[in-house]
């Protein structure tokens, strides 16, 4: 079935240390990968996407890595800070050209603790 | 630029009570959608909209619904709230589905039902 699945639902870091945060997906026609970021109180952010026909993108201090043959995604955050404390959730969308429409399904989110 | 803007922030009902959920978005967005975010389950879509006039079902739409008669406005629909509804509801609106686009969530609606 379709699903987005994240391996460690916590993941705790020193400040300065690189995090890498994980996710398995099932849905081998999605097309397009997203990571977000919600802080306590708020609204999912977005940070960086993947389409499915790369295997890397690099943002701002954020690297996504996307294995379509293993169906794995990663999330890696350069030189961590207390301001990385959240939750990330990988996401998906999955598109049908016949329809024109798709869904952007969500995994079940990683918490990122930064410790001082 | 307001963004998605969801309303009520917070709201308790009795079961079997029904009450709509408003979101709005001003950026002119063809797509929007509705979650539903419970604890170590993440986001699951509820239901979801690519355009005026078209919903569509997401994962979990049992007990909601929703139409879309404007660009701008999404709202969802309790029926007749049960406390398996008990959630925190965001909002979400892009440009469009595919890809390249980014989508903006409101802040959030808290529903207790008790």
């Known amino acids: 079935g379709e699903s987005v699945g994240l391996h460690l639902p916590t993941l705790s870091v020193q400040e300065g240390d690189n995090s890498i945060i994980n996710c398995a997906y099932s849905?081998?026609?999605?097309?397009?990968f997203i990571w977000y970021k919600q802080e306590s109180g708020k609204g999912p952010q977005f940070i960086i996407d993947?389409?499915?026909?790369?295997d890397k993108r690099q943002g701002q201090r954020v690297t996504v890595l996307l294995n379509k043959t293993v169906k794995h995604l990663s999330l890696q955050i350069a030189a961590t800070q207390p301001g990385d404390s959240a939750v990330y959730f990988c996401?998906?969308?999955?598109?049908?050209?016949?329809?024109?429409?798709?869904?952007?399904?969500f995994g079940q989110g990683t918490t990122l603790q930064v410790k001082p | 630029n307001a963004g998605v803007t969801q309303t009520p922030k917070f709201q308790v009902l009795k079961t079997g009570q029904s009450m709509t959920l408003q979101c709005a978005q001003d950026?002119?967005?063809?797509?929007m959608s509705w979650y539903r975010q419970d604890p170590g389950m993440g986001l699951r879509l509820i239901h979801y909209?690519?355009?005026?006039?078209?919903?569509d079902q997401g994962e979990v739409p049992n007990g909601y619904n929703v139409s879309r008669s404007t660009t701008e406005d999404f709202p969802l629909r309790l029926l007749s709230a049960a406390p398996s509804q008990t959630s925190v509801y965001f909002c979400?609106?892009?440009?469009?589905?595919?890809?390249?686009?980014?989508?903006?969530f409101g802040q959030g609606t808290r529903l207790t039902v008790v």
């Open positions: 979400a609106s892009s440009y469009s589905i595919q890809s390249d686009t980014e989508a903006f």
């Open positions: 849905n081998s026609a999605s097309d397009y």
């Open positions: 993947i389409r499915s026909n790369m």
């Open positions: 996401a998906e969308i999955t598109w049908w050209v016949s329809g024109n429409t798709g869904k952007l399904i």
């Open positions: 950026m002119n967005h063809e797509y």
């Open positions: 909209s690519v355009g005026a006039g078209i919903t």
